[in-house]
């Protein structure tokens, strides 16, 4: 069984920073990818950065590049998205996901993605 624990979510003002920490159960950290997806009220869920546990390897969507950044602990186990500049259209409920390594092309495929943590509220005023 397989569980998500994030934190750090919140809120902030505009212009602001968080940091959100996502630590997986198991051994579903290692050589995995490792994703977090974001989803605003009425809106689709929208995978902004994912990485590959083993190599490191970070992608990023279009809306965050620049102003958010993935990184992982191997050490703790821990992924983070450290978010900075952070705007009212970064409101969301953001969600760590895990899947089974896979193509680097499908990395921010957020269909691709079975387990999911519970979500955590990051509101931006």
């Known amino acids: 069984h397989v569980q998500l624990v994030e934190s750090g979510g919140g809120s902030v003002q505009a212009g602001g920073s968080r940091r959100l920490s996502c630590t997986p159960s198991g051994s579903i950290y290692y050589d995995n990818c490792m994703g977090w997806i974001r989803q605003a009220p009425g809106m689709e869920r929208e995978a902004v950065a994912a990485?590959?546990?083993?190599?490191?390897?970070?992608h990023y969507a279009a809306s965050v590049l620049g102003r958010f950044t993935i990184s992982k602990d191997n050490a703790r186990k821990t992924v983070y998205l450290q978010m900075n500049s952070l705007q009212p259209d970064d409101t969301a409920t953001y969600y760590c996901a895990a899947k089974n390594g896979g193509s680097s092309v499908y990395a921010l495929a957020r269909d691709t993605y079975p387990w999911w943590g519970q979500g955590t509220q990051v509101t931006v005023s």
């Open positions: 990485i590959y546990t083993g190599l490191g390897r970070a």
